[in-house]
């Protein structure tokens, strides 16, 4: 029955379906986009300068296209995202048996960028704040592993479908995973909230009168400082991570060659999903706040080894490092800030602060490759390291988790008292 509460509780079968779909859109978005551009420079016959924007728009508009739709996420079941997504995203791929310009290639990836919104991180992260509260993070460090998981599993098996029959040939079959991954799984198995399985959040039992739903409103959320303190960290920090992820091949190639390359990536990709995992069990016993604070300066220390190494144990070491902090802080993000202000307007609050970090995300790639063509990977990748000092500067600047919380709650009139949960929750 519907209410049913004995034996495994629905959440965790929510998990479960975002995490297949996070590791579809990933592997085949996220961790693809870069192939796709790779391989359309040489079909295309044109220079990387020329394209060098595509995945900036590929990354933007996904960010834009994320806020926009957190407006209706409350008011929309959250299925129809996915299926949106899914829809678009196979025909998306599918179009790339048309795509014969740069033009075309902007629109695809424009097109591309609003699909990986619709059934990505910001109804993903919703979905688990939603469902779990005591169990939170170690709902969201499962759910989010599909992240590396999509890119461990499926970005090679999309590279090797490329090389093999082009992007005309390999964007159908793309298409048709894509579909296949998001749809059905999402349409028979995700609900917007346990309300709709009779339930409570963590399968706890139904309280005696109604509680009002926890959190503030987006305005007196994103007005506070330590939203746009924390923003600031993370348009920061993935600055120099995405910049240091899309140069660790190239890098290692160089200095040791394409099989220790290889290596790298495989070791940071595994090293990401066993620290989120282990993350999100240490989280429960550590402030979060200070957690992202440890892993910013872990992923400072590992962008400076990168920079120094020369051989192939430092390397992977130094990777290892890196996946540690990459795993990390991208599910410290939405938990830094839903322990902070609350479900209520969480969906849209999340998705403004990662708009902010898209400048990071995009810009990364670029501005590595500007500072490798200008000096050298050293140089690129010691400053990435300095601007993962400035992020933990512009989070210690952010002030404590309480004090934000009580100011976002003097902002918010309407915020009734003790609305908002404990950092502990």
Known sequence: MEGEREGIFYGWAVVAAVLVTLSVTSGLGFYNASVILRTAVKELDTSVTAVSGATALFFGISGLTGFVFSRFLDRVDIRWFYLAGGVLGAASLTSLRWVDSVPKLYVFFALFGTSFAAGGLVPATTLIARWFHRRRSVALSVASSGLSIGGILLTPLAVKLIDDKGLADAGPWMGLAWILGVIPIAMFVLRSSPAEKGLEPDGDPTPPEPVPVDGVRFTAAVSTRFFQFLSATYALVFLAQVGALAQLFNLVDERIGVDAAARALQVLAASSVIGRLGGGLVVTKVPTKALTLVLVL???????????????????????????????LLMLQPLLLVETFGVKDYSRIYSLNQLMGTIGVAGGPLLLGYLREISDYRAAFLIGACLNVAGFVALVLAGGVDAARNEAKERDLDAPVGSVQSASA
Do not use: E
């Open 298 to 328: 872990v992923q400072a220390a590992a962008l400076s080894l990168i920079a120094i190494s020369d051989s192939t144990g430092p390397i992977l070491a130094a990777s290892a490092l890196f996946g540690l902090s990459v795993g990390n």
